[in-house]
């Protein structure tokens, strides 16, 4: 199929493959035409009702992000389509902000990018004080949380706001703003968080007498003007999210899968297992570390490979044996986040 402009009613007629050779550019997407523009709706009610002046744009990129210095937020394509959507979560095993409380979490957190930008309250001194330099190497996919912290509020998944200091930032605007966060007994007893939303609360009353600085012109990434196909987008994003994990230990797969080599592979094989409860492990561990569903799946399969390799059997009943996977696999993926490497619980 050619890529061509399509109305967007038309894309439920694709299938996946006709699908992903279409380019971002014409698949003609609307903001206005979908149950995002209900949620835009809610963050302007609830940064109106903080008594906040300042108005975040939308628009459709290819990611949620807000463009450095503009008052701006990117909603990802695929959330304001149905059939995209369902695009996403068969290539990628999960929707980011797929949810409402899950979207309204990311929007906040976006908006608070936009507080910044808006009266650029980063190139304070007192603002470095309280978070954190902002010229510090930005790694947020290579972060070590420190998962027991009382310095940071707990907003997104995997400790987001340790990530660096302007995360840290759109973190604790998004706990002050969320209007179901009693964010002043919640972290009564977190001192450094606290007063990183105290000095937020600040931020916001002062903002109140200022002049907007925030950046106008193009938005990047825009999918109104990305003439790239989904299928090289999706191609590239799941390379990117295929971590590249060490070898695994072979003793450890053997005490799970501890099978004798005498029984019958076609009932007994434990790659057969792997693979046939495998959606059942990735959302278990998914659960357990908040890694990326995408990245565990492409884990499990690895893991599924080995067992083939070394010939193992299943030695017990397949819902012990499941749990014993899952175990084995949350220990080395939450080592491997908060230490960098991959090893075993000692």
């Known amino acids: 199929m050619s890529s061509k402009l399509i109305g967007s009613e038309k894309l439920f007629d694709l299938e996946n493959a006709d699908l992903l050779k279409m380019r971002f550019k014409d698949l003609k997407l609307s903001l206005s035409d979908s149950e995002v523009s209900s949620y835009v ?7 109106e009702e903080k008594g906040l002046t300042f108005k975040p744009d939308f628009f459709i990129g290819d990611e949620w992000f807000s463009p450095e210095g503009m008052n701006a937020i990117a909603i990802p394509f695929y959330l304001v389509h149905e059939r995209l959507k369902n695009l996403e979560q068969s290539l990628m095993l999960e929707v980011e902000g797929g949810n409402p409380d899950w979207f309204m979490k990311l929007l906040r957190h976006e908006a608070g990018h936009c507080f910044d930008h808006c009266y650029r309250f980063s190139k304070r001194k007192k603002w470095s004080q309280v978070f ?5 190497e930005y790694q947020p996919d290579t972060y070590r ?11 997104l998944d995997r400790w987001y706001a340790q ?7 759109a973190e604790t605007f998004a706990v002050w703003l969320d209007p179901k966060s009693d964010w002043k007994k919640q972290y009564n007893q977190w001192p450094v968080a606290l007063g990183k939303l105290n000095y937020m609360d600040k931020l916001a009353r002062e903002s109140r007498e200022l002049k907007i600085l925030a950046e106008k012109g193009r938005y990047p ?4 003007n990305l003439t790239m196909t989904l299928e090289k987008f999706y191609a590239r994003k799941r390379r990117e999210y295929g971590d590249t994990y060490p070898d695994f230990y072979d003793s450890d797969l053997k005490l799970i899968f501890n099978g004798e080599d005498s029984l019958s592979k076609r009932e007994f094989s434990a790659a057969k297992f792997m693979n046939r409860h495998r959606k059942a492990i990735v959302a278990t561990v998914a659960w357990a570390t908040s890694e990326k569903k995408f990245t565990i799946d492409a884990l499990v399969k690895r893991l599924s490979e080995r067992c083939l390799t070394l010939d193992l059997k299943i030695g017990k009943n397949e819902n012990q044996t499941i749990m014993e996977v899952a175990s084995f696999l949350t220990s080395l993926v939450k080592n491997y986040l908060f230490t960098g490497k ?5």
Request: aromatic share 12%; net charge negative.
């Open 41 to 47: 709706g809610q963050l302007y009610l609830e940064l």
């Open 132 to 136: 954190g330099s902002p010229s510090v």
């Open 145 to 155: 949380p420190q998962p027991y912290s009382k310095s940071y509020v707990k907003h």
């Open 163 to 169: 990530a660096h200091p302007d995360e840290d930032f």
């Open 221 to 224: 990434s825009s999918v109104a």
């Open 342 to 346: 991959f090893k075993r619980e000692a």
